[in-house]
């Protein structure tokens, strides 16, 4: 084993090459140290193992046949550690069934030989940059590693449970119920269950039934004939027949229309299906996991969702905890982001201070890890010093920002008058916080300031309604709140206040699609166009928002809406 040459480059990872003939590792070196990655090699699988021991790398490349013990015996040692690395196999042509076997011992993929080095470099990056790889580096100086499984990091009583139950359920091919809050993570205990079962080698299809148009989910479902719809220029699969051997993940199945729910009911009943505008039937050799943040009960018996799907579904059920009851895990989960962001982002960041480790504790997480995720990742990319202090933990704002320092924007409300000597009431602020001047030398962070929510006036006559939430629009044009004579009594909207960059003025009489479709805009508009700002004010997901600003014609990028499963057209 040779020690790689010093780069000049920043290292983006640390690789073993395992290889028992010389020429093929000093190809494999030449073209791998230029792209920043640290190479260090051995000619058996035995020395690999002792390398390893001294110096944990990122991810193994090894050769099939080796001196001695072979590269599918390294690869299983390998797993035996407390955090192993990736593994890809090299293996000869007719080797497939070797290869197979090395993917169930956890090998991430295998190539087959002569190499492709753009096909191995472009594994190699996307393995690099993927959670799963040990972070590198001074390793000496990090705290304990937290228990990782299948991507997930959790050493709390709640998770090793849900872990157990991935362990339980997975080899038994039943169908599975996930249910947790957004965010916590239900698509990576769906891939946990696949990779852990008899179908891994299959492939992983997710889907969200609630971001496709009504009328094309059958076709996405389950494919169509040439022919069987307009547009249908030519016969299509769908995702049950992508998914053949393998699993199907069926996301946020509560939103899930009543046609959609018998089709699926017929599936889990004789696992067949039929195209769109076919008549033979097709097997359906699909595992199907689902997953839900709503109560489906609640569904049930609100009559949103059918019973017998319900129990079709739940043979076995994984509930996912939010991350504020397990707030054990907070810590390793956030050290862990801290460091592969700043090692993605080339930052100093190394670790956290105790004021920020009180900080992050001391948050409730209503976005759960993925919310956790994407504090780390905007602390990690503004860190300036590798112990990371409490005033730079970048905390997402789900307020509209104030135009003017010390403001106290007021959210007001007016409604038609109940009496002709009606007089109007003051305004009543919703909040009173004054601004406060923090301590430049403090590790506290200092308070941040609460901001207004969009209200709506009328000019004259004054006679119109208070929306602040996409709730509050609701509310705004239900029976109660529309008729004069039950409502509270109004609150004055003045002049300067209904002239504020903050408020909507929405006539009464305005309907409840288009007082929505104004109050979206506007919310947008202050946000500064961050759409997910904007959907936090709102009280909708990014997803919803995305739907809607496509339902109004307004243009949503190809990348954004790609990335919300929603297509730019109106639905």
Not at 40 to 56: G, I, M, N, Y
Not at 361 to 369: A, I
Not at 554 to 565: I, L
């Amino acid at each position: 084993m040779t020690d790689p040459p010093t780069s000049a480059q920043p290292s983006v990872g640390r690789v073993l090459l395992v290889d028992d003939e010389p020429d093929q590792v000093a190809l494999l070196r030449a073209m791998l140290t230029p792209l920043g990655m640290d190479v260090v090699t051995a000619d058996s699988a035995e020395q690999a193992l002792s390398v390893f021991r001294r110096h944990p790398v990122d991810v193994v490349v090894t050769d099939l046949h080796l001196p001695g013990a072979s590269g599918i015996d390294l690869i299983r040692d390998l797993r035996q550690v407390e955090t192993p690395p990736a593994a890809v196999l090299i293996t000869a042509e007719g080797s497939v069934a070797s290869a197979v076997e090395a993917l169930k011992l956890g090998a991430s993929d295998y190539l087959q030989k002569p190499v492709d080095p753009m096909r191995l470099v472009t594994l190699l990056q996307e393995l690099l940059r993927s959670d799963d790889v040990r972070e590198v580096g001074d390793n000496e100086h990090l705290p304990s590693r937290p228990t990782v499984f299948e991507g997930m990091v959790g050493g709390s009583a709640r998770m090793r449970e849900v872990f157990a139950r991935i362990e339980r359920v997975a080899p038994t091919g039943a169908p599975v119920l996930i249910v947790g809050e957004s965010g916590t993570g239900k698509e990576l205990v769906a891939r946990g269950l696949h990779n852990r079962s008899r179908r891994s080698q299959g492939p992983f299809v997710p889907i969200h039934t609630g971001a496709i148009p009504k009328e094309l989910v059958a076709s996405e479902l389950f494919g169509h004939e040439k022919g069987a719809f307009t547009g249908a220029l030519s016969s299509s699969e769908g995702k049950f027949e992508a998914a053949s051997g393998g699993t199907i993940f069926l996301d946020e199945v509560g939103t899930m229309d009543l046609s959609t729910q018998i089709s699926l009911l017929r599936v889990l009943e004789t696992y067949r299906f039929t195209r769109v505008g076919a008549n033979k039937e097709r097997d359906a050799d699909v595992r199907i996991i689902a997953a839900t943040n709503r109560d489906l009960l609640d569904l049930v018996e609100a009559n949103q969702f059918r019973e017998d799907l319900y129990y079709r579904l739940n043979v076995f059920t994984i509930a996912i905890p939010p991350l504020r009851e397990r707030a054990e895990d907070i810590v390793p989960i956030a050290e862990r982001f801290l460091r592969f962001f700043a090692k993605r982002y080339a930052t100093p960041a190394r670790c956290l201070s105790d004021k920020a480790l009180e900080r992050l504790l001391g948050h409730q997480w209503p976005g759960n890890v993925r919310e956790l995720r994407n504090v780390m990742e905007q602390t990690a990319v503004f860190a300036q010093r590798e112990v990371v202090h409490a005033d730079e933990i970048q905390f997402i704002s789900t307020r509209l920002p104030t135009h003017q320092r010390g403001a106290r924007p007021e959210a007001l409300v007016e409604r038609a008058p109940t009496s002709p000597g009606y007089a109007p009431a003051p305004a009543v602020p919703l909040t009173d916080m004054p601004p406060a001047e923090s301590d430049p030398d403090s590790d506290t962070p200092p308070p941040m300031p609460e901001m207004a929510s969009v209200s709506s006036a009328q000019p004259a006559p004054p006679s119109s309604l208070g929306v602040g939430t996409a709730e509050g629009a609701a509310s705004a044009s239900s029976p109660t709140s529309s008729h004069a004579s039950s409502a509270p009594p109004p609150a004055a909207v003045s002049t300067a206040d209904a002239e504020h960059p903050l408020v909507l003025r929405i006539p009464v009489g305005t309907p409840l699609a288009e007082a929505e479709r104004l109050l979206i805009i506007k919310t947008l508009e202050v946000s500064d166009g961050n759409k997910q700002r904007a959907a936090r004010i709102l009280g909708i997901s990014r997803r919803g928002l995305y739907t809607k600003l496509a339902a109004y014609g307004e243009h949503v990028p190809a990348d954004e809406a790609n990335e919300n499963g929603v297509n730019d057209t109106p639905t």
